[in-house]
């Protein structure tokens, strides 16, 4: 999957972007050039796939949600993607779901990718949650049953989500390397204290966070990428991990976890004993692979493909629902 073909500029889409609900009607201007330099264009050309894209309002912002539906889906799986990132990034996950006929339902939370907001913050983490429960207000549309996934960030919002609402709608809820605690917290955790005092944001450091060096290269030049760690944001963060380590248990919820042990992002670790106390996990572990795993090399994403199709129920509706 090569990105970052063609001349994308994200101005001319985002000044196109309609409401979703009226996505169907007509294409916006700008959308050809995201899908050809995201990659995403060759999922559009399956035969009989569907794609819209508009936003929804959501808390005075607009939430770019894409929606890829393939031409007889037998479920909907609902994307939340991780810090920095963007819909743009999920084809290799996108392309998965729809090889098992799900529908794709896809947003970029507010800050990131081609959504308004500041970038790469929020004053709240509900904020995000707030956003998925917009975008879930959709699947009354779409095919059951529903599925819910996460990469890093993006799992601590699904995790979130259903500690306050519960299981339903969900039969399958798979986590990608979820977020709880951040790598080397105890040390990072001081140089926060101190920041907050400061600084309102420093430099980011893109690391190689993946095993596919393609997709390590396109994050320095993504034009949807922010380039600054908002402190702001870390202490969102670290409300929320304060006060979600200590909700009840949830042993009836057994989601599908999959965690690299050369995870250098997230604290693996302590979020593997966090979830195995609160929930009743089912974990694939990958020691070779890294955080981002969606982006991970073709070898490891076969692994992570394969173990995913054994286990989960697409095509089952779940008796909760």
Known sequence: ???????????????????????????????????????????????????????????????????????????????????????????????????????????????????????????????????????????????????????SMGGAVVLERIAQRGLKPFTEVVLFAPLIRPAWWSVNRILWQIAKRTIEERPRTITKNAGDPDFVAFMRRDPLQSMVLPVQWVTAMANWMQRFERIPPMKEFAPKVIQGHSDKTVGWRHNLKVLNRLFSPDVLHLPDARHHLVNESAVLRAEMWRWLSERCRWHEVSVQD
């Not at 743009?88 to 081609?114: A, K, S, W």
């Open 1 to 151: 999957m090569l990105r970052g073909r063609g001349n994308f500029q994200a101005g001319p889409l985002l000044n196109a972007l309609g409401r979703f609900a009226r996505a169907a009607d007509k294409p916006p201007d700008g959308v050809d050039d995201y899908l050809h330099f995201y990659a995403l264009d060759h999922l559009v050309a399956r035969q009989g796939c569907r794609h819209r894209l508009g936003y929804l309002e959501v808390e005075g912002e607009r939430i770019a949600t894409q929606c890829f539906e393939p031409a007889e889906p037998k479920g909907t799986a609902v994307v939340c993607h991780g810090y920095y990132d963007h819909v743009g990034l999920y084809g290799h996950l996108i392309e998965y779901l729809l090889d098992q006929e799900l529908t794709v339902l896809c947003f970029d939370q507010p800050g990131h990718g081609l959504s308004t907001g500041m970038r790469a913050t929020i004053g709240c983490f509900n904020d995000y949650v707030a956003s998925l429960e917009a975008v879930l207000g959709e699947l009354n549309q779409l095919q059951r049953p529903y599925h819910l996934l996460g990469q």
